[in-house]
């Protein structure tokens, strides 16, 4: 599978993706890799942006994960995440977004929908 990063995103950015990536998977996170290409090395910079390869699974469409055995994912994934903290940037979930919701604030969209959860808007800017 390919996967293409947006194109504001830096090379750097995308490797650490990578590297946190394989060392999840040397713990033993059941994880998709990237893929093992001989000659390869990722991330691809390509004339249109950074690009990774990766393995690609058939998914069983009849599987389903109860919320207890999500919950334990979770918690397993967070468990062998933070000891890779090295490599993870904190996160912003409204970093992605908070351009259009900038804009939606400027076009005059009701207030209750552009912050819903009454999120201020401290903290989330560039």
């Known amino acids: 599978m390919l996967r293409v990063a947006r194109p504001q995103t830096r090379v750097e950015q995308v490797a650490r993706t990578v590297e946190f ?8 996170m059941e994880v998709t890799e990237p893929a093992a290409v001989s000659g ?5 910079v390509t004339s249109t942006g ?3 390869l990766w ?5 069983d469409a009849g599987c389903r994960v109860t919320p207890r055995e999500l919950g334990g994912l ?6 062998l995440a933070i000891l890779e903290k090295d490599l993870v940037e904190p ?18 969209i009701e ?10 808007e401290v903290g989330f800017g560039p």
Not at 55 to 59: A, D, R
């Open 21 to 28: 990536v394989v060392r999840l998977a040397a713990r033993g």
């Open 40 to 44: 390869l090395r990722q991330p691809v």
């Open 50 to 52: 950074v690009v990774t």
């Open 55 to 59: 393995v690609y699974y058939e998914i």
């Open 74 to 79: 979770l918690r397993h994934f967070h468990d």
């Open 91 to 108: 996160w912003e979930p409204f970093a992605l977004i908070s351009a259009r919701l900038d804009g939606a604030r400027r076009d005059g």
């Open 111 to 120: 207030q209750d929908l552009v912050d819903p959860c009454g999120v201020p």
